[in-house]
């Protein structure tokens, strides 16, 4: 059993940084494909970034390249989030998650995090 438990979140103003933090126990987050999530109200939630287990190897949704940077601190079992340049669009609410063999599809998906709020004012 994994529990995830994310935070960071925080309103801030348009162009601001943020970043999120997502806080594993129970077993080492390397073995896991792990991804960042965000759902805003009205909107279903969408797969924002995702890094594969054992590796560095990461992929985004076009909205967030170039501007959100996932990566694991594997010495705090923690999954970050570093989000710069942001934009009212990227307000939401966002979720950890993490899958055994993967996170593509939500059936790949193991374990999620309670959530943290993001909200971007312009």
């Known amino acids: 059993q994994v529990q995830l438990v994310e935070s960071g979140g925080a309103s801030v103003q348009a162009g601001g940084s943020l970043t999120l933090s997502c806080r594993a126990s129970g077993s080492s987050i390397n073995w896991y494909f792990m991804g960042w999530f965000r759902q805003a109200p009205g909107k279903e939630r969408e797969r924002v970034a995702h890094?594969?287990?054992?590796?560095?190897?990461?992929a985004y949704t076009d909205s967030v390249k170039g501007r959100f940077t996932i990566s694991r601190d594997l010495s705090k079992n923690t999954l970050l989030l570093t989000m710069s340049d942001l934009k009212p669009e990227d307000t939401a609410m966002y979720y950890c998650?993490?899958?055994?063999?993967?996170?593509?599809?939500?059936?790949?998906?193991?374990?999620w995090g309670q959530g943290t709020q993001v909200t971007v004012s312009s």
């Open positions: 998650a993490a899958g055994r063999s993967g996170i593509l599809r939500p059936d790949d998906i193991d374990y």
């Open positions: 890094i594969v287990s054992f590796g560095s190897t990461a």
